[in-house]
């Protein structure tokens, strides 16, 4: 088995998202997102399930981050509720009162961590929309970049002094094709155009959050986070090689060039015909120097030509083994993405945000998961970043998703991705063998 080495100072976190995890949908003042309400919506999301208790982390964080902190882990990513923070704010009337409430929750969270030791990793946006902001249009329209800029600057005005690592976006691809063009996410959306609009907006209101960021003075590191969808070719043929790469145009190119001050691929914009809606100054705003790559992997396909295709390419069954997604495990995949950022990035440090397995976990009689395959996947991907590392190429850290088991969107509490098992009839938490696999590892390369 290939050794794990890990430099001083990689940061060991785990990871969570607040309508995944926290609950409590009708306190502090909360107001609706756009996954309240896709979950109300028939068929939507497995067996009708919603966020409204989910793992109550909400009341149960002093005791969540208890167990993380005595796992021996040093951040925790955790996203920030836009509803919680702004109840009020619809596109008309502006950000309404900033809640108490909401910022009390988070502000104590972090003084949790830190009086652990640890430190916060807070992602402004992990798909939570208003639903009061998706009732004109959401991201596909205009709008929706002064409406995020305004919420990022109360988070920077309200939590500054206690955030030590700003993520703007959570996986905008996401954000923009499955819940504009797939309509598998909130809001449920089939519509390319939206869908083409609300990558343009995702982009340009991340770069206007960094910029609002700058003009601060707060000095804690600022990034976003990708899933980039590096799918291999199926073959050699030149037709398969030229889908595979007008796939990663569609589904990553679109956020990470322009991110990265190239603009937008012309696989999309002229042979695609995709027509971002760019205003002047728009793309030099996205391009605002960023300080760190949050990079979420979890799976690669391959890829081949289809004529038949919306776009020419088509995802090819492959041969790895699985997770409870139907998610093959491609380490190899994993390696790749990452040299291919790396060559892309110009030496921006990278953070692997999320990185994870879903299994079928059930306790045995006496409250322990036996997770293996959940811990060789790990350290297969872990066994990447180590040797990427001694390369030379920046990998700082290394958050694990998930620390519970949680909604998982379209799946409800169907699928199980924490290293520490909820039972979601009585909120009791049981750390999986690979949560202990985590604690000794960072016991023994952890500094
Ligand atoms: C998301 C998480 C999600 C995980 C597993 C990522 O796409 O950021 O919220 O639970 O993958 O699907």
Redesign the pocket.
Known sequence: MEKLEFPDGFVWGAAT?SF?VEGAAHEGGRSESIWDVFCRRPGAVYAGENGDVACDHYHRYKEDIALMAELGFQSYRFSIAWPRILPGMTPDAGTGAVSKEGVAYYRSLCEELHARGMSATATIY?WDLPQALQDRGGWAERFIVDAFEAYAQVCFAELGDMVDRWITL??PY?SAWLGYDEGVHAPGIRDLDQAVRAVHHLNLAHGRAVRAYRQTGLAAPIGITW?PQTPRSATAREADRKAALTARAVETDVFIYPVLGRGYPEIVTKELGFSFPVKDGDMDIIAEKIDFIGV?Y?TENPVAFDPAARFKYRVQPSWEDVSA?GWYTVPEGFERQLRWLASLSGGIPLFIT?NGYARDDRPDPSGRVHDRERIDYTRRHLAVCSRLIREGIAIKGYYA??FLDNF??AYGYSKR?GIVYVDYATQKRYPKDSAYFFRDLIALTGA
């Open positions: 998202a995944q992990h959570n996986e996401c899933n979420n979890y997604m999320e998703w998930s998982e969107w991705f």
